[in-house]
């Protein structure tokens, strides 16, 4: 099969050209792997394409788009495959967030919620499996989801349950797509933002003393990625927030 012969791995990252998203795609192209990213944020991907050496280009597609739009979900992928001819691993990762009082959020802002961090980790998996099975042949699926997924504050509804649908889609997408494709998702805790800086105390809540970094995270998803590490895990998640959901706070 001509696909076959193109050895370099190729990995489909969403929201990738900011923070967590684009950690993980660094990550991956050190490790020699070919990236592609879709995100809406065309600013973002703009930037992040003038600081990759020129070198690297050739090892990644920067595709604007919207992982919530079927249609661009689709031409992503079609230029994906135009470029590296084959697909190994996806990272769901694009997600919108925003506290809002439960009582004055409205349908609209519930649902534009759900379609991007749900629908589209749907979307990615729907349209990108396929391109795995026919052209790698095996693969893992890592969703991103929040350690939100398991507790809340006040005005968290639509972000909470997105996250907590992962976990179920986590689940169903193993079973569906067990032995050839891996499936398993993240729930990380605070995570700083390129740039970002906290307080001392903020960061000695937690129990390692620290609040957690975007490497901490790309590792973790180079763990669940790699078959030769995490080959007989699917279908979990994986809690990484410094012990915040392991510590009883009662005031
Ligand atoms: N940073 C944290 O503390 C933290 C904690 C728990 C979970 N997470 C999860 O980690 C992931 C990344 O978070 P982050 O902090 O890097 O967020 P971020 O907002 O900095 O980055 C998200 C990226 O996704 C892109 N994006 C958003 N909606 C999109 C859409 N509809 N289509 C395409 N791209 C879209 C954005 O443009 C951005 O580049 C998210 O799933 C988030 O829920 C983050």
Redesign the pocket.
């Known amino acids: 099969m001509i696909q076959r012969a193109h050895k370099k791995r190729v990995i489909a990252i969403?929201?990738?050209?900011?923070?967590?998203?684009k950690g993980i795609a660094l990550k991956f192209l050190e490790l020699g792997w070919n990236v592609g990213i879709?995100?809406?944020?065309k600013h973002?991907l703009g930037e992040f394409d003038v600081k990759i050496p020129e070198e690297a280009k050739k090892s990644i597609l920067l595709y604007n788009?919207?992982?919530?739009d079927e249609y661009a979900v689709s031409e992503f992928y079609i230029k994906l495959k135009e470029k590296f001819y084959r697909l190994d691993a996806i990272v769901n990762?694009?997600?919108?967030?925003g506290f809002k009082n439960f009582l004055d959020l409205s349908l609209n802002e519930w649902r534009r919620v759900i379609d991007?961090?749900l629908t589209?980790y749907f979307l990615m998996a729907r349209l990108g499996v396929p391109i795995i099975l026919e052209t790698a042949g095996r693969g893992s699926i890592v969703n991103?989801?929040?350690?939100?997924a398991l507790m809340s504050e006040p005005g968290n509804e639509a972000y909470s349950a997105s996250?907590a649908g992962i976990l179920g889609l986590t689940h169903a997408l193993a079973n569906s797509l067990g032995p050839n494709i891996r499936v398993n998702a993240i729930?990380?805790?605070?995570?700083l933002?390129e740039d970002e800086i906290i307080s001392e105390r903020e960061h000695l809540q937690h129990l390692t003393g620290r609040a957690?970094r975007i490497a901490d995270?790309a590792e973790l998803v180079y763990f669940l990625v790699d078959d030769e590490r995490s080959g007989f895990i699917t279908g979990q998640y994986f809690v990484i927030d410094g012990g915040m959901t392991k510590k009883m706070i009662y005031i």
């Open positions: 969403s929201g990738g050209a900011k923070n967590i998203g879709i995100d809406f944020d973002a788009g919207d992982v919530s990762n694009a997600a919108i967030g991007v961090n589209g991103i989801s929040s350690t939100r996250k729930c990380p805790g605070w995570i933002h957690g995270v």
